[in-house]
């Protein structure tokens, strides 16, 4: 009878057949190429979103204006023009707004012409211009109401 005896040799193990691992060294230098890599992406995607931000057109439009008129229920004919610093200081810069408000019926009411201009700046002259008719019934009569006898707006 043949018996076969194996036998494990630790020194062997130890200093002849190597162990599939990483140095120290290896994972350091891996650490160090995705870092390198993930900073690159981070300031790829941050120069991205402040283009975005620059190319992004904060403008006044005219239903800024009119949002402020429609708060109230009486509206009288005048004629009256401002800048965006009273409204919203700091935000609007070198814009100015205007209104013509007529009243054309004389039940209350009202036609109100808004506009919103820039001046000269880099990138041009802009404006904007809205027209509303506005139901004020609780108005001082106006020129329509006076045509008619005054018996608008009571």
Known sequence: MNLLIFTHDSHATRHGARTSAFTLLEVIVACAIFFMAVFSILSLVTGGLAAARALQQREPDAGMIASVDIQTNIMVEESRQGDFEDLYP?????????????????????????????????????????????????????????????????
């Not at 211009?129 to 108005?139: A, D, I, K, T, W």
């Open 90 to 154: 700091g935000l609007y810069p070198g814009y100015s707004w205007g209104f013509d408000s007529v009243e054309i019926g004389s039940n209350g009411l009202f036609q109100v012409d808004y506009v919103v201009a820039r001046a000269q700046g880099k990138k041009g002259v802009s404006e904007t211009r809205m027209q509303v008719l506005m139901f004020m019934p609780g108005s001082p009569p106006g020129s329509a109401s006076k045509a008619m006898g005054g018996l608008g707006g009571r």
